[in-house]
């Protein structure tokens, strides 16, 4: 069953939050997922100590180099998607991941600095590919985007992008309230307070717009391979 792992060395690219919406949303569409923490500041395992994590999401957070294949292996079998939040920085940890994984998600914000680092992450991917001779699709997200306007250099950094091959999820997560408060306030976008958090509603739709895609490009991977 599909293992989709968040990656970029860059941190604060909104990789933890993008997991976390990701998962969040599959759950609320009824499927089992497993969400691995695999960074030390363990973020989701922190939000999944927080009233109103879904019953059908399981945070894994007790995860090392030596277990991690295990642990994606093990959780595979068990639930129909694994989501996989890495750390920052390149490690064996993210190698041994991004092996397992169905398509690994690089979320990035969108400016010129960003990008370069978007960039790398996926070329680790592709050389990863290389070196085990195995295909690991690749997409970038870009994060905290406004809803509100389109600036060029967002649209040019995603030509650059795809003029060197590398596939841009046509959505978006914008920067949007309710993604923070979710951190702060645990549970899902449906369970937060309308009076606490503004603009839930648009979220909601932003998130499952992003789910929707992912679930997309892993149909039309599977129907590829
Ligand atoms: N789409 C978003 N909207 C609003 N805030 C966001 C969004 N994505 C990330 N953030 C915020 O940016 C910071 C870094 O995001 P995080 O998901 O922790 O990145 P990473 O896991 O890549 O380090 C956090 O404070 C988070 O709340
Ligand atoms: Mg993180």
């Not at 295990?70 to 694994?82: G, K």
């Not at 991004?98 to 592709?126: F, H, N």
């Not at 993604?179 to 998130?207: M, W, Y």
């Amino acid at each position: 069953m599909p293992t989709i792992v968040f990656a970029t060395p860059k941190g604060g690219a909104g990789k933890s939050t993008s997991a976390l919406l990701l998962a969040a949303e599959l759950a609320r569409r009824g499927a089992a997922v497993t969400l691995i923490d695999a960074d030390p500041n363990r973020p989701l395992v922190r939000w999944g100590g927080r009233p109103g994590c879904p019953e059908n999401v399981s945070v894994v957070g007790d995860v090392t180099e030596r277990t991690i294949i295990n642990t994606i292996e093990t959780a595979a079998q068990r639930t129909p998607f694994v989501i996989v939040d890495l750390e920052g920085t390149a490690s064996r940890m993210q190698v041994y991941a991004i092996s397992r994984a169905d398509l690994v998600v690089v979320p990035t914000q969108g400016s010129v600095l960003d990008a370069v680092e978007a960039v790398a992450a996926v070329r680790e991917v592709q050389q990863q590919e290389v070196a085990f001779r195995i295909k690991i699709p690749v997409a970038i997200l870009f994060t905290r985007t406004s809803a509100a306007l389109q600036p060029r250099t967002l649209s040019s950094i995603a030509s650059e992008f795809e003029g060197q091959g590398i596939r841009v999820m046509s959505v978006r997560l914008h920067d949007r309230d309710a993604f923070r408060a979710l951190f702060s306030f645990g549970g899902t976008l449906a369970s937060l307070d309308p009076k606490q958090v503004r603009n839930i509603p648009a979220a909601q739709e932003n998130a499952s717009a992003f789910a929707g895609e992912v679930v997309a490009i892993l149909k039309q991977q599977a129907a590829a391979a």
